[in-house]
């Protein structure tokens, strides 16, 4: 069951940030829904993993704007992976109810 999406204007800053990650990774390096399918299954969620940790390990003492900016940016980079996991996993359970 598919969730209305809101008008784009009430979407959040960070679901923008987020999207337009997903978009960098497409372009830059071509980590497309091909890229990913062919990844191992569980790479996408191990790397947002990665990604998560390192800034939890930084949120870990006190951060500096600086270090909030970098938190933030890994934490975008890895909502990101999550999303294109999700894609993912869309695209498997599409093909297996053909």
Same mark, same amino acid.
């Given at each position: ?14 679901? #923008? ?26 790479? #996408? ?7 998560? #940790?390192?800034?939890?390990?930084? #949120? ?39």
């Amino acid at each position: 069951m598919e969730t209305p999406l809101p008008p784009l204007a009430e979407v959040s800053t960070a679901a #923008l940030a987020v999207l337009a990650e997903r978009q960098r990774q497409i372009t830059r390096y071509g980590h497309t829904a091909d890229a990913d399918d062919a990844a191992p299954r569980q790479h #996408l969620l191990r790397l947002g993993h990665v990604f998560l #940790l390192d800034a939890a390990d930084l #949120l870990s003492r006190r951060p500096n704007p600086a270090e909030l900016t970098r938190v933030r940016r890994k934490a975008v980079q890895a909502a990101a992976l999550c999303l294109a996991e999700i894609e993912r996993i869309d695209r498997e359970l599409a093909a297996g109810a053909d």
